[in-house]
T-cell receptor, first 110, second 115 residues
Framework: QKEVEQDPGPLSVPEGAIVSLNCTYSNSAFQYFMWYRQYSRKGPELLMYTYSSGNKEDGRFTAQVDKSSKYISLFIRDSQPSDSATYLCAMSGGAQKLVFGQGTRLTINP | DVKVTQSSRYLVKRTGEKVFLECVQDMDHENMFWYRQDPGLGLRLIYFSYDVKMKEKGDIPEGYSVSREKKERFSLILESASTNQTSMYLC????WGQGKTGELFFGEGSRLTVL
C-alpha cells in the first residue's frame, strides 16, 4: 500500500463547476500538507500549504485536512479553463522529504 | 523569483551511455532534490542533498548517483543508462529546516528517452 493515494483521473468538468480533489494517506506522522499544480510541460508549483488539521482558503481555492480520517481535499470554486492542470498532493512529517500522490489530471471545459 | 534551471529539456540516449543531468538554482537554497515522474506513479525521490558535498538516498536511488560540488548546482548521473530510466526528471530546491514551509521550487524538467 502506498503512503499517499490519489486518484489519477482524468477528471473533466464544465467551466464554473466546483471541483473536489482528494488524497488519503496512511502515515499518522504527517503534519505538513501541500497541493502542487503542474501545467503541461512545466514543473510543479506550490498552490496551497496547510499545517496540521483545518481549512485554508485562498481565492477560489480551499484546502482541507482531516487528520482523524487521514484525508485531505482541495476544492476549486468557479473553475476556469486556466485551472486545467495536474494537481499533486504532497505531505511530510517534518523532515525534508515530501511524499507525493500520483497526481490528478484535471480538464475544465469551456 | 526563485529560479531552478535544468540545462537539458529533452535528451535521447542509448542504452549503456553515461548521462549527466544538470540543475542550478539561484536562491542560495541549502536543499536540493532529484525526482523522477512517471504516469501513475507520481513523483519519486531519487536523491537529495542538504549541503555541499552531502547527499542522501531517496526512495529509488538504484542506478543513479549525484554530485554537489557547489551550493547552487546539483547533478544527477546515470552511470549506464537503461530503458527503464526513460522518464521525466525534475530538480527542486527548498529552504526546509529554517522555519520555512519547505516549499519545493521545481525546474521545468528534463525528459530523457533511453533507446
Amino acid at each position: 500500500q502506498k503512503e499517499v493515494e490519489q486518484d489519477p483521473g482524468p477528471l473533466s468538468v464544465p467551466e464554473g463547476a466546483i471541483v473536489s480533489l482528494n488524497c488519503t494517506y496512511s502515515n499518522s506522522a504527517f503534519q505538513y500538507f501541500m497541493w502542487y499544480r503542474q501545467y503541461s510541460r512545466k514543473g510543479p508549483e506550490l498552490l496551497m500549504y496547510t499545517y496540521s488539521s483545518g481549512n485554508k482558503e485562498d481565492g477560489r481555492f480551499t484546502a482541507q485536512v482531516d487528520k482523524s480520517s487521514k484525508y485531505i481535499s482541495l476544492f476549486i470554486r468557479d473553475s476556469q479553463p486556466s485551472d486545467s492542470a495536474t494537481y499533486l498532493c504532497a505531505m511530510s512529517g517534518g523532515a525534508q522529504k515530501l511524499v507525493f500522490g500520483q497526481g490528478t489530471r484535471l480538464t475544465i471545459n469551456p | 523569483d526563485v529560479k531552478v534551471t535544468q540545462s537539458s529539456r529533452y535528451l535521447v540516449k542509448r542504452t549503456g551511455e553515461k548521462v549527466f543531468l544538470e540543475c542550478v538554482q539561484d536562491m542560495d537554497h541549502e536543499n536540493m532534490f532529484w525526482y523522477r515522474q512517471d504516469p501513475g506513479l507520481g513523483l519519486r525521490l531519487i536523491y537529495f542533498s542538504y549541503d555541499v558535498k552531502m547527499k542522501e538516498k531517496g526512495d529509488i536511488p538504484e542506478g543513479y548517483s549525484v554530485s554537489r560540488e557547489k551550493k547552487e548546482r546539483f547533478s544527477l548521473i546515470l552511470e549506464s543508462a537503461s530503458t527503464n530510466q526513460t522518464s521525466m526528471y525534475l530538480c527542486a530546491s527548498s529552504l526546509w529546516g529554517q522555519g520555512k514551509t519547505g516549499e519545493l521550487f521545481f525546474g521545468e524538467g528534463s525528459r530523457l528517452t533511453v533507446l
